[in-house]
């Protein structure tokens, strides 16, 4: 009996090396791979499982308005476009490039969350995928993750003109800010300074 | 605050969103525009730019269309080269001063 559990002890620590191995050999650690369908159905119903069950079952408790999307709309620009990008696509140098990839937000995985699912990944994050936890303890904190979640629900919807305002938002170096400032006054009739070409990495 | 300090650094490692990797931009005055393309007057010479459904427009600072382009205007024209050709991202333009 002993023998026959250390023997499936020892496949299944084999199996779990001999895994490690294949995707090691696969790509490396390079984030540029694809992940496999397997290894994202797995994540996800990882993901799924790590949520405790009482955040399942949670509503927002906020109710919609016009100031609370401005206010996720506000939030999300500044602190979550960088990757997800202002519409939600994940289109973004980092979201593009994330291993996993930022997924669209605006696509049924992400919208078939719950709001309670939604709201404990925003506090809390998801380990090993570039998700941080940003919850912080406090009320206004879980407020704005509320806004935000009602925000997500709003991104299939985003107009043009909300878009440009979050541009507005989106964090940026002192050389973006003074390139920006540059086209503005070249807009309004200032003779061109030339345009240098864009190398963001 | 350390939520300020995450944002920050990654601020500062991804540079602005949306921005292009390699990108081209430049600043002009519309030559000829078509549903298509985009001709551009630099103070280099002359360029053309490619004009997809995906193509982002703002005119005086509002969101725009391709049919709110005119010769004369000003433009800043932020462009990726694909598939061989220019493609422009996103065109701001202001409406060209009458003489």
Known sequence: MLLAVLALVLAVVLGAVGAGMALLLRGGISAKVEPTHAEAVIARKLRSLGIPGGYRRLSNPLSISKEVIEAGRAHFADHCAVCHANDGSGQTQMGRNLYPRAPDLRLAQTQQLGDGELFYIIENGVRLTGMPGWGDGTEEGRRASWHLVHFIRHLSRLTPREKLEMEQINPKSPEEWREMQEDQEFLKGKEPANREDAHHH | ?99
Do not use: W, Y
């Open chain 2, 1 to 99: 605050m350390k939520t300020r300090i995450i944002i920050s650094l990654l601020g500062v490692l991804a540079g602005p969103v949306g921005a292009h990797e390699g990108g081209h931009d430049v600043r002009g005055v519309v030559s000829a525009v078509s549903a298509q393309e985009l001709t551009v007057k630099t103070n280099k010479g002359s360029e053309r730019f490619a004009l997809t459904p995906e193509t982002e427009f703002v005119k005086d600072g509002s969101p725009a269309t391709a049919k709110d382009l005119e010769e004369s205007d000003r433009v800043v024209v932020h462009a990726k080269k694909k598939a061989g050709r220019m493609e422009a991202i996103k065109v701001q333009s202001a409406t060209a001063k009458k003489r």
